[in-house]
């Protein structure tokens, strides 16, 4: 029995075949065709809303020198967190920051934060990261740089604070089963000194104060630490500055141009 292709449901069938959407066919034309011109701003617009940034080799297209980078919401480490979490990717950051110390394009690292904190080993990681580099780099904190935040807030050159913006010090805990034996306590104990030693060596707050605002009992309900509010972070040393994007670029191009001064030769008489 032979089937008619000109029949009524036939044609509704082909009527209703799923067609590619407009995403779909630019996507399929991206990979067909090389990125050229103005096709090279849409892949750094897809960049961003992949990872929140764009690439380091893209920034010549936007015609700046700076890379910008953003740490928000949870810094995840070696779980993986559930889906409705908004989370930095500690595999995602340190490729990132290589690519900006390898770059001939990029001469700065702009860090903003908006963090509540995370895995303390991944947040050490990218702190000693953005810390090693030869580029200049300025940190901004907007909203909050909370927890293991605060070492990557202040592993920048020069570290700024929005004025409402807070960062909460506080010692760090354990997830999932914890022995208790003295050997767990040793091995938080010399976790904190890693965390302590950061922040002590990368800002100008003093070690006795960064343990007093840790160990404070007297400010929160369910924890012990210290909630530091944009002005009070700078009167204790913990960030350089109160300042905004404004002020944070202008910073980073000042320390841009004092590197560039003396990396170049000198200009004299010779005999």
């Keep these: 029995m032979g089937y008619d292709m000109n029949s009524p449901l036939q044609q509704v069938l082909r009527s209703t075949k799923p067609r590619r959407t407009a995403v779909q066919q630019a996507i399929a034309q991206s990979e067909a065709e090389p990125v050229t011109g103005d096709e090279g701003a849409n892949e750094i617009v897809q960049n961003i809303e992949a990872l929140g940034q764009t690439a380091p080799e893209d920034t ?19 779980m993986v967190l559930p889906p409705q979490n908004k989370t930095t990717k500690y595999e995602h950051i340190i490729p990132q920051l290589v690519a900006v110390e390898e770059s001939e394009k990029v001469h700065g690292l702009l860090l903003i934060l908006n963090t509540v904190g995370g895995d303390v080993e991944a947040g050490l990681a990218i702190a000693e990261l953005v810390a090693s580099l030869s580029k200049p780099t300025v940190s901004l904190v907007l909203g909050g740089g909370h927890s293991i935040g605060v070492p990557i807030a202040v592993s920048s050159d020069y570290t700024f604070i929005a004025e409402s913006a807070s960062m909460t010090i506080h010692p760090i805990r354990l997830n999932g089963l914890v022995i208790g034996v003295q050997q767990s306590f040793e091995y938080l104990e010399k976790m904190q000194d890693r965390v302590t030693k950061f922040v002590v060596d990368h800002s100008n707050i003093t070690e006795d104060k960064f343990r007093e605002l840790m160990l404070n009992t007297g400010q929160m309900a369910r924890d012990i630490g210290t909630t530091v509010i944009g002005p009070d972070a700078v009167k204790y040393g913990l960030v350089d500055e ?14 841009i141009r ?14």
Excluded: F, W
């Design 242 to 255: 109160i300042g905004g994007l404004g002020e944070a670029m202008r910073k980073l191009h000042e320390l």
């Design 258 to 271: 004092e590197r560039q001064q003396t990396a170049s030769p000198a200009v004299g008489v010779m005999q």
């Design 60 to 78: 010549a297209n936007v015609n700046s020198d700076i890379y910008c980078m953003s740490i928000i919401g949870q810094i995840e480490g070696h």
